[in-house]
Antibody, heavy 117, light 110 residues
Framework: EVHLLESGGDLVQPGGSLKLSCAAS????????MSWIRQAPGKRLEWVAV????????YHADSVKGRFIIYRDNSANTVYLHTSSLRADDAAVYYC??????????WGRGTLVSVSS | EIVLTQSPGTLSLSPGERATLSCRAS???????LAWYQQKVGQPPRLLIY???IRATGIPDRFSGSGSGTDFTLTISRLEPEDFAVYYC????????????FGQGTNLEI
């Protein structure tokens, strides 16, 4: 059974940083593209970043480019999102998801990032 | 970037009725790259339909998807109590760099 478990969310001050983690199990991790998607309270889902199975190729949404970095450790079956220069509008539940052919097959339960002074 | 607009914003129906949810794109979407998700309060989204019309694993056949180009529809033939939730459409565009976008959601309420 596919299982994705996010962690690392916290309350952080504006301008601060956080490292989010997503531990995967139940499938051959290196074979799958992985992604981060976020959802601010009452807002639509917003794609954040995506990384290929090997980790060689990454893309980030314009809203986070230069501030967030997606990367993965295939030996640990984990994908990460390093967030920096956090702003109030980055506050959201951050989900990781397994990607297949342009859609998000499986989702974790999310981790909450709050940004406030 | 392709913008997805869902209608209606809220749909009020009763169990047993038929629900029709719309997703309109600002530009043509490749049919293989249109998906629908269901999200209940406090839960992550769940994939229902991908490639516009293919049900994901374990999804009941009362859920169906259709459409192409800029107009897509999710139909729930006979609503069950557990179907009342928010539904999102999502597209993927792989031009110069991949871009994923979601609609704003339709709240299906009793």
């Amino acid at each position: 059974e596919v299982h994705l478990l996010e962690s690392g969310g916290d309350l952080v001050q504006p301008g601060g940083s956080l490292k989010l983690s997503c531990a995967a199990s139940g499938f051959t991790f290196i074979s799958y593209t992985m992604s981060w998607i976020r959802q601010a309270p009452g807002k639509r889902l917003e794609w954040v970043a995506v990384i290929s199975g090997s980790g060689d190729t990454t893309y980030h949404a314009d809203s986070v480019k230069g501030r967030f970095i997606i990367y993965r450790d295939n030996s640990a079956n984990t994908v990460y999102l390093h967030t920096s220069s956090l702003r109030a509008d980055d506050a959201a539940v951050y989900y990781c998801a397994r990607v297949l052919n342009g859609h998000f097959e499986y989702w974790g339960r999310g981790t909450l990032v709050s940004v406030s002074s | 970037e392709i913008v997805l607009t869902q209608s209606p914003g809220t749909l009020s129906l009763s169990p047993g009725e038929r629900a029709t949810l719309s997703c309109r794109a600002s530009q043509s979407v490749r049919t293989n790259y249109l998906a629908w998700y269901q999200q209940k309060v406090g839960q992550p989204p769940r994939l229902l339909i991908y490639a516009a019309s293919i049900r994901a694993t374990g999804i009941p056949d009362r859920f169906s998807g259709s459409g192409s180009g800029t107009d897509f529809t999710l139909t729930i033939s006979r609503l069950e109590p557990e179907d009342f939730a928010v539904y999102y459409c999502q597209q993927f565009g792989d031009g110069n760099s991949p871009r994923y976008s979601f609609g704003q959601g339709t709240n299906l309420e009793i």
